[in-house]
């Protein structure tokens, strides 16, 4: 059974970026039919997808935070990772990554199956 | 973007009885592409249910889930105790998946 488990700060300052990872075991990002995702949960939004991207490279984010989303995926360290830039008070949320099903032809995404626990980071000077 | 509205807000229920929470989305779901989940109090939200009626892998038979285009449900019958918590429902209609805003399960 995959495990995801997130890292990285818990406070970022306005205007910097927020640099997160999810280390994966119990499987292999290579092996895995998956894309790999972030998810985050604050009072005011509630559940709000970020992203999720695949292997092969084929990426889908959420509209509303794309311009400031970068994701990677590091195959030998079994990881991957979000970045998100210029964040503000609104980004501070408790932040998951996820598995996200995808169908055979990797072209359409389903639900989540697999979560981290869960890492705040709260966006303050 | 699709809307999903979950109510009612919370639901009070005595163990062993049976609750009943309600998702709408604002337009049809293709494929009935709809997925439940559970969030106990500090823990990551848990599948339960997707495709509006069939159990994730180890989830007891008694969480049950139904519907079909805008309005689906899902029912807890024999409320155990570690059943309070939390309940989310997720479209995966459109590729910018959704949330509903949550049903709290509370004990009576």
């Known amino acids: 059974q995959l495990q995801l488990q997130e890292s990285g700060p818990g406070l970022v300052k306005p205007s910097e970026t927020l640099s997160l990872t999810c280390n994966v075991s119990?499987?292999?990002?290579?092996?895995?039919?998956?894309?790999w995702g972030w998810i985050r949960q604050s009072p005011g939004k509630g559940l709000e997808w970020i992203g999720s991207?695949?292997?092969?490279?084929?990426?889908h984010y959420n509209p509303s935070l794309r311009s400031r989303v970068t994701m990677s995926l590091d195959t030998p360290k079994n990881q991957f990772s979000l970045r998100l830039s210029l964040v503000t008070a609104a980004d501070t949320a408790v932040y998951y990554c996820?598995?996200?099903?995808?169908?055979?032809?990797?072209?359409?995404?389903?639900?989540?199956?697999?979560w981290g626990q869960g890492h705040l980071v709260t966006v303050s000077s | 973007e699709i809307v999903l509205t979950q109510s009612p807000g919370t639901v009070s229920v005595s163990p062993g009885e049976t609750a009943t929470l309600s998702c709408r989305a604002s337009?049809?779901?293709?494929?009935?592409?709809l997925a439940w989940y559970q969030q106990r109090g500090g823990q990551a939200p848990r599948l339960l249910i997707y495709?509006?009626?069939t159990r994730a892998d180890d989830i007891a038979d008694r969480f049950s889930g139904s519907g079909t285009g805008t309005d689906f449900t899902l029912t807890i019958t024999g409320l155990e105790p570690e059943d309070f918590a939390m309940y989310y429902c997720?479209?995966?209609?459109?590729?910018?998946?959704?949330f509903g805003q949550g049903t709290k399960v509370e004990m009576k």
């Open positions: 996820v598995t996200d099903r995808t169908n055979y032809s990797w072209d359409r995404l389903y639900y989540f199956n697999f």
């Open positions: 119990g499987g292999s990002i290579t092996s895995s039919h998956y894309y």
């Open positions: 991207l695949s292997l092969g490279g084929n990426s």
């Open positions: 337009q049809i779901l293709n494929n009935d592409y």
């Open positions: 495709g509006a009626s």
């Open positions: 997720q479209q995966y209609s459109d590729m910018l998946r959704t």
